[in-house]
């Protein structure tokens, strides 16, 4: 079966104009509450902002009137920047083969913008979701809901075709796709399952590692779509972790900005292995995603117990040695698929 595909140009215009879309619905839901309850706008935006510029040493300038009018357009330029960077996001995702359902993938988009938004105000002191109310979290998943459907339909009225020709990265059933057209991958094996896990464990210490992995120790590059330049950035990226790790200010792997990278390899690096064998990704991908959170906490824990008794750099790198063991393991086998 023969079908069109967008160029990589063509598939991030689509997704930001998904997200665009969807940040105009996610806006007016927001204001239709606040007309409804009368309640006031959220500052949280124009916090986040102004403490994230605090970090980086850029300060929002100006006083009294003039800077809270600044921070105020700050904040809501900071909703368009992530409304139209989640949807990029996800239009990457679906132009690489990730398929759900209408409904499912809209909750999924919706789910990936709100922790855009929620995740760096709590780890940068804004707010502490933990205190929330069960009215502060349906006041803020409603809008973020609105914003995920309408994206992700969107996104697939801009699609050139249902459906790639190529076997998806994650082949979820779609019900506005017949069944013979949604090929016959195979049942993931128990291999298959184990490397998965190994790999998951790989991007919990090295979270580049989920990609570089099979982006590199595939033949033709494959696992992945984009073939050379996607294998040489994720190389990049997991010589620039390499070096990042050893350094005393890198954040900690559980933390807000941490963990969810991980999370994300582990997945898409196992889903790329079963892309490889023609298999159904889905359980491989879950396998993939609890392999990485093991992996982030166990090698938090080598860590903190291997600091205390050899230089913290002798720890990263025997952590270093392990990742890339597990790495091979996985993504070794099977590589012509």
Do not use: F
Not at 200 to 229: C, D, E, F, I, N
């Amino acid at each position: 079966m023969t079908s069109t595909t967008r160029s990589p140009l063509g598939v991030i215009l689509a997704g930001a104009v998904s997200g665009a879309a969807g940040t105009t619905v996610l806006n007016a839901v927001t204001y239709g509450d606040m007309a409804r309850r009368g309640r006031a706008p959220s500052t949280v935006p124009e916090q986040t902002v102004t403490a994230l510029a605090e970090r980086l040493g850029r300060p929002v300038t100006g006083r009294g009137a003039e800077r809270e009018h600044r921070t105020t357009a700050l904040g809501a330029l900071s909703g368009y920047a992530v409304g139209v960077g989640v949807g990029k996001l996800v239009g990457l995702g679906r132009g690489a083969g990730l398929r759900m359902p209408a409904g499912l993938g809209g909750v999924v988009t919706g789910a990936l913008a709100m922790a855009a938004t929620d995740l760096p105000a709590h780890a940068l002191g804004v707010t502490d979701l933990r205190t929330w109310s069960t009215q502060d979290w349906v006041s803020d998943a409603l809008p973020h809901l609105a914003y995920g459907v309408v994206t992700h339909a969107t996104l697939r009225a801009l699609d050139p075709a249902p459906r790639p020709a190529r076997t998806p990265i994650l082949d979820l059933p779609s019900l506005d796709r017949p069944a013979a057209e949604r090929g016959a991958p195979s049942r993931a094996s128990a291999g298959l399952l184990l490397r998965s896990a190994l790999l998951g464990v790989a991007a919990g210490g090295r979270s580049s590692l989920g990609l570089a992995g099979p982006a590199l120790l595939s033949r033709g590059t494959r696992a992945l779509p984009g073939g050379g330049p996607v294998a040489a950035l994720s190389g990049l990226a997991l010589g620039a972790e390499l070096v990042a790790d050893k350094m005393p200010q890198v954040p900690s792997r559980l933390g807000a900005s941490g963990l969810p990278p991980r999370l994300l390899t582990g997945a898409v690096g196992a889903a790329a292995l079963a892309r490889r064998e023609h298999s159904r990704a889905l359980l491989p991908a879950l396998v993939g995603v609890c392999g990485a959170v093991a992996g982030s906490y166990a090698g938090a824990a080598w860590r903190a117990w291997a600091g205390e008794r050899v230089p913290d750099v002798d720890a990263a790198v025997v952590e270093d040695v392990a990742a890339a063991v597990l790495t091979l393991a996985a993504a070794l086998p099977h590589r012509r698929g």
